[in-house]
């Protein structure tokens, strides 16, 4: 529980350094939040909302079970598990898959243009399914 407690007490980096880290390409879980990202790259091509379930991994990054194999688990992974609001941002012209937890970066994948199409363009197909209350504001 110290351990977990310890985690939360490590202070985010102002707004002007995740700027610049993103400037450079250096895209850190639990440094970046979602505002940062818009702010720098504009709003993603694909963005994507729901209530998700996460495997929390030793270094405290969170991957969606939608980004693991069924009946898989992730390599490393040892028990840890979470269910959270998950907020995905698709970048495809740079090649990025983002995913935050109350708007702070929690998972982070390089996917080629054409895998974050086909994901982002999932995401389309289901919101067509979507009601009113189901659906949640865009960044």
């Avoid at 450079?24 to 879980?29: A, D, F, K, P």
């Avoid at 929390?56 to 390599?75: A, F, I, K, W």
Wanted: a negative charge.
């Amino acid at each position: 529980m110290s351990l977990v407690l310890a985690w939360g007490c490590i202070s985010m980096p102002t707004m002007e350094q995740q700027e610049r880290m993103i400037q450079e390409n250096t895209i850190l879980v639990h440094q970046l939040t979602a505002p940062a990202f818009v702010h720098v790259w504009g709003k993603p091509t694909y963005h994507h909302a729901e209530y998700s379930s996460f495997f929390v991994m030793r270094d405290h990054t969170m991957v969606p079970r939608s980004r693991v194999p069924l009946g898989e688990s992730p390599p490393g992974w040892e028990s840890g598990a979470d269910a959270e609001e998950g907020v995905f941002f698709a970048y495809p012209d740079r090649g990025w898959l983002l995913v935050f937890v109350d708007e702070e970066l929690v998972y982070r994948e390089e996917l080629k243009a054409e895998q974050l199409h086909a994901l982002g363009k999932s995401w389309q197909h289901e919101g067509r399914f979507k009601s009113r209350l189901d659906q949640t504001t865009t960044p």
